[in-house]
């Protein structure tokens, strides 16, 4: 049996959520939460992303993926970041990051400033939806 690419997306970032989870010290029992969360994040993406702004696809799948995590740390007990940092590492604009800084070492400003401002805003969209997430959806404490 071939898997399909979407087959072979999905097997990868399951995969990926689960080895966030053991980075950052998730108990066994919630790896699935965390892996699900991941591949959420992912296939949102790779859906907003061709019909929206980057930085707006990025808000909307944070905010998204924020929510649930405070659902589910509700439902668990647990903190919701130990679901959110899962689910939000996909969305960290690394490569864009790296193409900036790697085009100022060469003096290619062409494509330092869009790549650099594109980064600044994806990180200021993830910024500002995890804080009104928070917001909609606060923990047990602040209750």
Not at 20 to 33: C, D, E, G, L, M
Not at 71 to 87: H, M, S
Request: charged fraction near 10%.
């Amino acid at each position: 049996m071939i898997m399909t690419d979407l087959q072979t997306n999905i097997v990868i970032v399951l995969m990926g959520g689960a080895c966030f989870a053991i980075v950052y010290k998730i108990p066994i029992r919630y790896f699935f939460h965390a892996a699900v969360l991941a591949m959420l994040a992912k296939l949102s993406m790779e859906f907003l992303q061709p019909h929206s702004h980057i930085a707006f696809s990025t808000f909307l799948t944070s905010f998204a993926i924020a929510s649930i995590s405070h659902i589910i740390a509700r439902i668990t007990g647990k903190p919701a970041q130990a679901f959110l940092v899962p689910g939000v590492m996909y969305l960290v604009p690394g490569t864009a990051i790296y193409k900036g800084f790697s085009a100022a070492l060469v003096n290619d400003f062409s494509v330092t400033v869009p790549s650099l401002i594109s980064t600044l805003t994806t990180t200021a969209a993830i910024s500002f939806a995890l804080l009104l997430a928070n917001w909609v959806v606060p923990s047990k404490r602040t209750l």
